[in-house]
T-cell receptor, first 113, second 119 residues
Framework: DGGITQSPKYLFRKEGQNVTLSCEQN?????MYWYRQDPGQGLRLIYY???????QKGDIAEGYSVSREKKESFPLTVTSAQKNPTAFYLC????????????FGNGTRLTVT | AQTVTQSQPEMSVQEAETVTLSCTYD???????LFWYKQPPSRQMILVIR??????QNATENRFSVNFQKAAKSFSLKISDSQLGDAAMYFC????????????????FGQGTILTVHP
């Protein structure tokens, strides 16, 4: 079955370390997205990518970086510059444009201490 | 920038009753899409229903229907015959449909409404 895989489900890091969250999709979708969710809040867009080797900043890109070397993969790096990295991170994908809904992965819970 | 507002942080409903969740949005675009997503305790995001702004007819999916008022920029979700499995956080979301527009391809979410269903 097609879907989006995020790994790991839980991630723990020490403050000052960079950490990379994995997102892989086999839906043949063009566009991929990273969202951050804080307790009791909505989803905020970090980065998105329409096609391979191209990506744009979302609303809260500071302290994050991404790459899109393959259509299927869109890893997110949380750098030490991110002041409040502890959060729930959701990856999503869709066909670019149109009314196609976003398909989401199961998320990664990142805790930085 | 487009904004989506859900003014009800929490709502509750009795099993088998009907509940309506509110959503308003702010945009200067004429063509767009609106979505409702459900996030149960598992935290998996599940699409509930979608609406194209150019369609006057309100979307319906089984027990879920919307009241889309384009002029008022309102997009409420009605859940009929509520079930225990409907308990979740519900998010309203907006996406622009005009290629080249600032919100094209991006989904903007509201803050969410936590729905509790009482047996």
């Amino acid at each position: 079955d097609g879907g989006i895989t995020q790994s790991p489900k839980y991630l723990f890091r020490k403050e000052g370390q960079n950490v990379t969250l994995s997102c892989e999709q086999n839906l043949n979708h063009d566009a991929m997205y990273w969202y951050r969710q804080d307790p009791g809040q909505g989803l905020r867009l970090i980065y998105y990518s329409q096609i391979v080797n191209d990506f744009q900043k979302g609303d809260i890109a500071e302290g994050y970086s991404v790459s899109r070397e393959k259509k299927e993969s869109f890893p997110l790096t949380v750098t030490s510059a991110q002041k409040n990295p502890t959060a729930f991170y959701l990856c999503a994908s869709t066909l670019w444009g149109g009314n196609s809904p976003l398909h989401f992965g199961n998320g990664t819970r990142l805790t930085v201490t | 920038a487009q904004t989506v507002t859900q003014s009800q942080p929490e709502m509750s409903v009795q099993e088998a009753e009907t509940v309506t969740l509110s959503c308003t949005y702010d945009t200067s675009e004429s063509d767009y899409y609106l979505f409702w997503y459900k996030q149960p305790p598992s935290r998996q995001m599940i699409l509930v229903i979608r609406q194209e702004a150019y369609k006057q007819q309100n979307a319906t999916e089984n027990r879920f229907s919307v009241n889309f008022q384009k002029a008022a920029k309102s997009f409420s979700l009605k859940i009929s015959d509520s079930q225990l499995g409907d308990a979740a956080m519900y998010f309203c979301a907006y996406r622009g449909a005009n290629a080249g527009g600032t919100s094209y391809g991006k989904l903007t979410f509201g803050q969410g409404t936590i729905l509790t269903v009482h047996p």
